[in-house]
């Protein structure tokens, strides 16, 4: 059963928009069909029960467009993102969130693959920096690089422990002329003033401070050093 260009009215929420599509037997929208939405947004996939799931593109007046998976009127499986600032989110959604795993490619060329929780960057994932050709491998939590890492450039890397998007504490920065660089990223927070009667402004100023040099050695990936139970094992191991 279909209808070609109907009105809708709906008793609670009133005009509803445009529909041309299949329709089931209680003259729900069910199956492929086109919808104009109030707003001016459109649709064209699937439905079930009069909800869109399935596959479908959904296009935004503002200019921005979906096309995926849906359940119950949610982007939630596999689907493309395109925002109208010309960045774009392939991958996983649950229930209109990112979430997952997904890359997302950003205005200024940056990207970032890896893994989503609530729409941030959240657990392993690579952020590439577009301009400089380095890169960040490791951990995320809330959209900022935490826990593990490592900030790899052309000649030489980077490898520690992150917070709030800084490297803090030990670590060492891996040469390709095959030595190592060993020391500790020390975090200070330093007051500002902008006029004599401005609000001191905080900043965090970062200062590297080397310790010693050696050859190259080997250093645990940021998911061995987040799963306490290989960690463990590892122990063990070494313990024999």
């Not at 709906?10 to 069909?33: K, Q, V």
């Not at 994932?125 to 690089?145: E, F, R, V």
């Not at 004599?196 to 050695?217: A, F, N, R």
Request: with cysteine; proline share 4%.
């Amino acid at each position: 059963m279909s209808d070609v260009g109907s009105e809708e009215f709906d008793e609670d929420r009133g005009y509803i928009g445009e529909y041309e599509g299949d329709r089931n037997e209680a003259e729900e929208r069910h199956g492929f069909g086109k919808a104009v939405l109030p707003n001016g947004d459109t649709y064209e996939g699937q439905y079930e029960k009069g909800k869109r799931s399935g596959q479908g593109t959904y296009r935004f007046k503002n200019g921005a467009r979906y096309v995926g998976d849906y359940h119950q009127n949610l982007k939630h499986g596999q689907g493309t993102f395109y925002y109208p600032d010309g960045s774009k989110y392939e991958g996983s959604w649950v229930e209109d969130l990112r979430q997952g795993h997904g890359v997302y490619t950003y205005p200024n060329g940056d990207t970032y693959d890896g893994e989503w929780l609530r729409h941030v960057r959240n657990g392993q994932g690579i952020y590439h920096y577009h301009d400089t050709g380095s890169q960040y491998k490791g951990s995320w939590m809330n959209g900022k690089m935490e826990s593990a890492g490592e900030i790899i450039h052309s000649n030489h890397r980077y490898q520690g422990k992150f917070v709030n998007n800084s490297p803090s504490g030990p670590g060492k920065y891996v040469f390709d002329i095959g030595c190592e660089q060993h020391g500790e990223y020390l975090q200070t927070d330093q007051e500002r003033r902008e006029g004599e009667e401005d609000e001191p402004v905080s900043t965090t100023v970062l200062k590297w401070i080397p310790k010693s040099v050696t050859g190259l050695t080997l250093w645990p990936s940021a998911k061995e050093t987040s799963d306490p139970e290989k960690g463990a094992a590892s122990a063990e191991e070494d313990g024999n």
